[in-house]
């Protein structure tokens, strides 16, 4: 059964930092992409950051260019998101995905991810 554990969540105060982790089990990913989505309060659920198995390829949202940064430890079976320069408006719900297939384009889309975390909530103060 294949499961993905986040964490790092928390309450950080503007211009903060926060590390999210997200521990895949149950199957490796190889050849496939994980991602990050969030989803605030009233608001749909948003891509945020993608990465290819091997690491060589990358994606951000527009609002989180230059501030965050997605990596992966395949030994681990881990993805990370390293959020820096945090801002009241990146607070929400954040997803780990895992199981998309890439081409050529990111997958911005969740209908691309097969395998969804439970999330973990991530509060930015002003």
């Known amino acids: 059964q294949v499961q993905l554990l986040e964490s790092g969540g928390g309450l950080v105060q503007a211009g903060g930092s926060l590390r999210l982790s997200c521990a895949a089990s149950?199957?490796?990913?190889?050849?496939?992409?994980m991602g990050w989505f969030r989803q605030a309060p009233g608001k749909e659920r948003e891509f945020v950051a993608a990465?290819?198995?091997?690491?060589?390829?990358?994606g951000y949202a527009d609002s989180v260019k230059g501030r965050f940064t997605i990596s992966r430890d395949n030994a681990k079976n881990t993805v990370y998101l390293q959020m820096n320069s945090l801002k009241p408006e990146d607070t929400a719900v954040y997803y780990c995905a895992a199981g998309a297939q890439w081409r050529v384009i990111v997958p911005t889309g969740g209908d691309k991810y097969n395998y969804w975390g439970q999330g973990t909530q991530v509060t930015v103060s002003s």
């Open positions: 149950g199957r490796t990913f190889s050849s496939t992409g």
């Open positions: 990465i290819y198995w091997s690491g060589s390829r990358t």
